[in-house]
């Protein structure tokens, strides 16, 4: 019987870990602030360092979502190469390989799917736009830190989102983590108005997946344990 549910919950988690992927578009539909909640409640037994618990969420939706949306998008609008210094202490512009591959081969099988040729400026604009509405989520999650915390604590928040983005996906929600949202920081940090000492690490999209939009469809390739791991003593 041990074997049975032991079997059944590996099974459970798995599938629950494959079936998660980035969705770029969503329903008009509520999520009840009860289930995020209880989403958030799941997160906090994340891991982290000492017990620190370094994270910070802001969730936003409704009236306040509108108004992050409609700020970000005008300074967008007004320059869509917009970029704050501060980008380039939490991620990095331009990757070396096989890093920069992986990212062209997402972006060719994304445009693909929804049928944006090479070379269309606009239609790419117009995608890269939707970041900052959320994917057409009806709430967005904002992750901050303490500025001073190391590294480690950094790598806990992103275990705390991992932990958020399953939990919500075992509860029929899906996700989609946007480090874009950092180039807008000042922007952000004026309309939802957190403390000086927090430092924006990302942002993440939570609600129902539309199952009729192209982009939806999109699963990212992985590359293959000989790609990453490398075995000690193991034989």
């Not at 992927?21 to 409640?41: F, G, N, Q």
Request: proline share 5%; glycine share 8%.
């Amino acid at each position: 019987m041990q074997e049975i549910k032991e079997g059944l919950l590996r099974e459970a988690v798995d599938e629950v870990i494959r079936s998660r992927h980035s969705v770029r578009a969503y329903l008009d539909k509520p999520v009840p602030r009860a289930l995020i909640e209880d989403i958030l409640s799941i997160a906090a037994r994340s891991p982290s360092g000492t017990n620190t618990q370094p994270w910070n969420v802001h969730v936003v939706a409704g009236d306040a979502l509108q108004r992050l949306i409609a700020a970000v998008c005008a300074v967008f609008d007004a320059d869509p190469e917009h970029c704050e210094p501060g980008y380039d202490e939490v991620y990095l512009r331009q990757y070396g390989e096989p890093q920069q591959s992986y990212r062209r081969q997402l972006g060719k099988a994304l445009y693909g799917l929804m049928g944006i040729a090479k070379g269309d400026t606009a239609a790419m604009l117009a995608q890269r736009r939707r970041n900052f509405l959320f994917f057409g989520a009806p709430v967005g999650l904002l992750f901050t830190i303490d500025r001073s915390f190391g590294r480690g604590s950094w790598a806990d928040v992103g275990m705390f989102m991992q932990t958020i983005m399953l939990a919500a996906r075992a509860r029929g929600l899906d996700t989609c983590s946007q480090a874009y949202w950092v180039d807008y920081e000042s922007v952000v940090a004026r309309i939802i108005g957190w403390p000086e000492n927090q430092r924006l690490v990302s942002g993440m999209a939570l609600g129902y997946a539309d199952p009729s939009a192209p982009e939806n469809r999109l699963v990212s390739e992985r590359a293959g344990i000989d790609q990453f791991a490398v075995f000690h003593g193991l034989g």
